[in-house]
């Protein structure tokens, strides 16, 4: 076991290491393009890698997000691993949850304007630099909290709110016993 540790441990520093090949002509920026992390099977670390994908644009009733921090949670692991029910094919952008910066929005989207500071949910694609998401899931953060700190806040906060108030029926007056309370990673992105 301690084997298969360390061997992972090589193959995520190997990933960290590999750097683009230096271009000159690809200095210039390409807004039409956007980086990624791709799963490209599922399996472990070595099925991820960093690709480029077309920047997204918003529809109707989305808001384009240029993503400061994305989640990394349990499900994302699972999702990897394909230990889900009816997981999706890959090659697929993981990720359901991030906080970034409003840099555009569709059509008929009302409430958020350019520069807003935002978490979001997404099915999938939240380990990109830009990512789309419909208007009913992206929520403005507080000026005091981080970017981190609302992309690892999303999906962990809805799940303990429904497992103490719509499972447990947590109401006034009761009380509960959390432990091993935990598990929200963020990852920033540069």
């Given at each position: 076991?301690?084997?298969?540790?360390?061997?992972?441990?090589?193959e995520?520093?190997?990933?960290?290491d590999?750097?683009?090949?230096?271009?000159?002509?690809?200095a210039?920026?390409?807004?039409k393009e956007?980086?990624?992390?791709?799963?490209?099977?599922?399996?472990?670390?070595?099925?991820?890698?960093?690709?480029?994908?077309?920047?997204?644009?918003?529809?109707?009733?989305e808001?384009?997000?240029?993503?400061?921090?994305?989640?990394?949670?349990?499900l994302?692991?699972?999702?990897?691993q394909?230990?889900i029910?009816?997981p999706?094919k890959?090659?697929?952008?993981?990720?359901?949850?991030?906080s970034g910066?409003?840099?555009?929005?569709?059509?008929?989207?009302?409430?958020?304007?350019?520069?807003?500071?935002v978490?979001?949910?997404?099915?999938?694609n939240?380990w990109?630099?830009?990512?789309?998401?419909?208007?009913?899931f992206v929520f403005?953060?507080?000026d005091?909290?981080?970017?981190?700190?609302?992309?690892?806040?999303?999906?962990?906060?809805?799940?303990?709110?429904?497992m103490?108030?719509?499972?447990?029926?947590?109401?006034?007056?009761?009380?509960?016993?959390?432990h091993?309370a935990?598990?929200?990673v963020?990852?920033?992105?540069?």
């Amino acid at each position: 076991m301690a084997k298969e540790g360390t061997e992972i441990a090589e193959e995520t520093e190997q990933m960290i290491d590999q750097k683009e090949p230096e271009n000159p002509v690809s200095a210039v920026v390409d807004s039409k393009e956007m980086r990624a992390v791709v799963l490209t099977g599922f399996g472990g670390l070595n099925k991820l890698k960093v690709t480029k994908k077309p920047m997204p644009e918003p529809q109707e009733g989305e808001v384009k997000i240029r993503v400061k921090a994305c989640g990394l949670n349990f499900l994302d692991l699972m999702v990897r691993q394909g230990n889900i029910d009816n997981p999706p094919k890959t090659p697929l952008v993981p990720g359901f949850e991030c906080s970034g910066i409003v840099e555009s929005v569709g059509e008929n989207t009302k409430g958020f304007e350019i520069g807003d500071r935002v978490m979001a949910f997404v099915n999938y694609n939240a380990w990109a630099e830009v990512v789309c998401s419909p208007l009913d899931f992206v929520f403005k953060i507080p000026d005091d909290m981080t970017f981190p700190e609302a992309a690892a806040f999303s999906l962990n906060f809805v799940a303990a709110y429904m497992m103490l108030f719509e499972v447990a029926n947590l109401r006034e007056g009761m009380s509960v016993l959390v432990h091993s309370a935990g598990g929200g990673v963020v990852s920033l992105l540069p």
